[in-house]
Nanobody, 115 residues
């Protein structure tokens, strides 16, 4: 059974930084598009960063220039570096890996930005 395990969430002040990590147990991690999504209370889940297999990173405008996604295929790991955090970045962050019909999610990690 495929598992994605996230870590690195927590409480941070506005303007601070956090790094989220996700380790996957998929067989051929390099074939998967990996991404981070988030979901704030009473809001829909939204994409915050995505990196296809061998492709370019993709970010929505709300995090562009502040967040950076990276992947290490040998370690089957995807990382989200978050800088200049804002109150509105508060959410549960989910790791996702996708390859065609194969779509996997982590359990989520809470990020809270508060003074």
């Amino acid at each position: 059974q495929v598992q994605l395990v996230e870590s690195g969430g927590g409480l941070v002040q506005p303007g601070g930084s956090l790094t989220l990590s996700c380790v996957a147990s998929v067989t051929i991690f390099g074939n998967y598009t990996v991404a981070w999504y988030r979901q704030a209370p009473d809001k829909q889940r939204e994409l915050v960063a995505r990196i296809p297999a061998g492709g370019m990173e993709d970010y929505p405008d709300c995090v562009k220039g502040r967040f950076r996604i990276s992947r290490d295929n040998a370690k089957k790991m995807v990382t989200l570096q978050m800088n200049s955090l804002k109150l509105e970045d508060t959410a549960v962050y989910y790791c996702n890996s996708n390859s065609g019909p194969y779509d996997y999610w982590g359990q989520g990690t809470q990020v809270t930005v508060s003074s």
